[in-house]
């Protein structure tokens, strides 16, 4: 099994375990200072994880360039567009349909993954990618109380549009992310992941902080007051991002990103076993697709 596929499984893993954290906080912080947590109190661990590398691994720090920089600031702003235009969503009264067009992101990642970094993908894992959406858009769709006919009658809408670009800027900074690391090219896979994370947090927790100070003053103090909770937050965050940015080191971002839908799978599993939830035909038929698709991709790319 080559690597990228159990780092990709555990990414999922911890990715779940934090939303579940992050959620607990929304009680005591806005939107916004909830997602602020997850960059500030991760950075000082990506700091420490990369020095350890470095200090007891025996990985030299690479040489930063101005590509890589560049990546790494498109990454991260990338991911805080994402975050401020999720936000926006949920101003609509209709933001579920926008939310599902938002789960395109992995044809986007494709997409842009050809584009900037000239990464192909072969049909039987083109087919994955687009089975794989299609059942994250029924599951969700399943979850919203939305009908398919609905959310094509919703094709035009406002929602539609901040959906897709949700989906576009989360997509981005996943490649913007790749692309940073494959720029460090004298560098061991572990370690560009590593010192691209780093960084990658270093810019976000001063981005969104010189947001939030201008936005939202009160957070910060509400941040640091909710220090224990938040703490929880960033150190699973930082251990998903650890496998994360060493999956798209190590493999296509769209291949990385369609098999973390695996996620998913966690999350109903979770609902039907220990929340005891009942489950409908399309939330079966959506997980029944992202089961499928993963199983192709697997196959075709292992």
């Not at 938040?230 to 798209?248: D, E, K, P, Q, R």
């Not at 990103?257 to 038929?285: D, H, P």
Request: charged share 10%; hydrophobic share 55%; aromatic share 12%.
């Amino acid at each position: 099994m080559e690597l990228w596929i159990p780092l990709t499984i555990l990414a999922a893993f911890f990715q779940n375990l934090r939303s579940a954290f992050q959620k607990y906080l929304k009680g005591s912080l806005s939107t916004a200072g909830a997602s602020y947590v997850r960059f500030l109190y991760a950075w000082p661990f990506s700091i420490i994880y990369c020095f350890s590398l470095n200090q007891f691994g025996g990985y030299p720090f690479p040489q930063i360039n101005e590509i890589f920089l560049l990546y790494c600031l498109l990454g991260g702003a990338s991911q805080i567009i994402f975050t401020l235009l999720l936000i926006y969503l949920f101003s609509f009264k209709s933001f579920a349909i926008g939310t599902i067009y938002s789960k395109t992101e992995v044809v986007q990642v494709a997409l842009l993954s050809l584009i900037l970094l000239g990464d192909e993908i072969n049909i039987l894992t083109g087919i994955a990618i687009l089975i794989s959406v299609i059942g994250v858009m029924v599951l969700s769709a399943s979850k919203s109380k939305i009908t398919i006919g609905t959310l094509f009658q919703g094709i035009m809408q406002r929602t539609t549009l901040i959906g897709l670009l949700c989906g576009a800027f989360l997509g981005a900074s996943s490649v913007f992310y790749r692309g940073a690391s494959l720029a460090l090219n004298d560098s061991e896979i572990i370690m560009k992941a590593a010192f691209s994370l780093a960084i990658a947090l270093t810019i976000q927790s001063i981005l969104m902080g010189a947001y939030l100070k201008v936005r939202e003053a009160k957070q910060i103090s509400a941040i640091i007051k909710n220090w224990k909770p938040a703490l929880i937050v960033g150190i699973s965050g930082v251990l998903g991002s650890i496998c994360w940015f060493t999956a798209f080191t190590a493999q296509n971002a769209a291949y990385v990103r369609a098999l973390g839908q695996i996620e998913l799978i966690f999350t109903f599993i979770a609902s039907l076993v220990f929340f005891k939830e009942k489950t409908n035909l399309l939330e079966l038929t959506g997980i029944t697709a992202i089961i499928i698709a993963i199983i192709i991709l697997l196959l075709n790319t292992s």
